[in-house]
């Protein structure tokens, strides 16, 4: 417990705050230096290989910007044990139908991301099996509102000839979270925080093209409530006295104890003052000056706070 009357303005004041932390994969990344435009990627949609033919595709980048950092990333998030990224190239050797998939191209510089997708069909099955081409289609709503602790999963809807692969994109990054996981088309989200607060993205890729679909998902929450605090106390000096105190919110609020006496003093000894386990109880053991007594809730979407009053009084005296 920290008495600090800075703290206390600190939590007095405290406003909802957001903790949006995007995912990175990074593999061997390149850096150059130069003026600040904006990236773009080239690199082919579709690769077709055969059996152990060895490739290397250059991740192409318009952008000769301030720090560029180009990075070839795996749709599972770890490549195959004969791909890896030397330079700005994904070298994949002796070809193997492990190795078909979609990889990405990220190139990142301080003026923004881009990114392309390509997708690798190794094998003469995989390139001659498609009879006809329809272009993929995708449906998903524009935007889902998700509870701060719900669990959700999401479907993204595809058609198109050949079946597309569908990769789910968070914040324009491979998804890196273990409270979001893909499975097939869906994206199940469990346990949501204010860190899957962001855009998803997804794509649908086969060989007759690539189409994506943007959703906007917004973690909501309820700041807290105080719904109980002590009554004022009084209190002889030197006897103890408790407060409690009880709050709600979404998520759970975490309880703060302050004390400020009538003398200004902030805080109270630490050997003199004892908090519950669940920090809804604070027992002054020794009580020496009057003050008021402050209950704070605080969560990721704000506080709220109840004061109560401590009175101390001398014993009285007889004879």
């Not at 009357?5 to 995007?22: E, P, R």
């Not at 002796?94 to 190139?107: E, K, P, T």
């Not at 700041?223 to 002590?230: F, G, K, Q, W």
Request: net charge neutral.
């Amino acid at each position: 417990m920290n008495f600090g009357l800075n703290s206390i303005v600190g939590f007095l004041l405290c406003v909802k705050c957001y903790l949006n932390v995007a995912q990175v994969t990074q593999t061997n990344p390149i850096l150059t230096f130069g003026s600040q435009t904006p990236p773009d990627v080239a690199i082919p949609p579709v690769l077709q290989l055969k059996t152990g033919d060895d490739v290397r595709i250059p991740c192409n980048t318009t952008a000769a910007a301030g720090k560029v950092t180009i990075t070839w990333t795996h749709e599972t998030g770890v490549f195959p044990s004969n791909v890896q990224q030397i330079g700005v190239d994904l070298v994949i050797m002796n070809a193997a139908r492990v190795d078909s998939g979609i990889y990405l191209c990220h190139v990142n510089n301080s003026a923004g991301v881009a990114y392309k997708l390509l997708q690798v069909i190794v094998g003469e099955a995989a390139i001659t099996g498609a009879t006809s081409l329809i272009q993929p289609k995708v449906s998903l709503p524009d935007h889902k509102t998700v509870l701060y602790g719900e669990n959700v999963t999401l479907n993204c809807h595809v058609t198109g000839s050949p079946t597309p692969s569908v990769l789910w994109l968070f914040k324009d990054r491979l998804i890196n979270d273990d409270h979001m996981k893909q499975e097939g088309n869906k994206l199940h989200m469990t346990n949501a925080t204010l860190k899957e607060d962001g855009t998803l993205t997804c794509v649908a890729k086969s060989l007759a093209g690539e189409v994506r679909g943007h959703m906007n998902v917004y973690v909501v929450g309820i700041m807290p409530v105080i719904d109980y605090m002590s009554e004022s106390a009084y209190a002889l000096v030197g006897s103890s006295v408790t407060f409690r105190c009880q709050a709600s919110g979404i998520p759970k609020p975490h309880l703060y104890w302050y004390f400020i006496s009538v003398t200004g003093e902030v805080g109270i000894p630490e050997s003199n003052y004892q908090i519950s386990p669940d920090h809804t109880r604070l027992t002054i053991h020794s009580a020496h000056h009057s003050g008021t007594v402050w209950c704070i809730a605080r969560n990721s979407y704000g506080a709220n706070n109840a004061k109560s009053y401590l009175w101390t009084r001398l014993p009285d005296l007889i004879g």
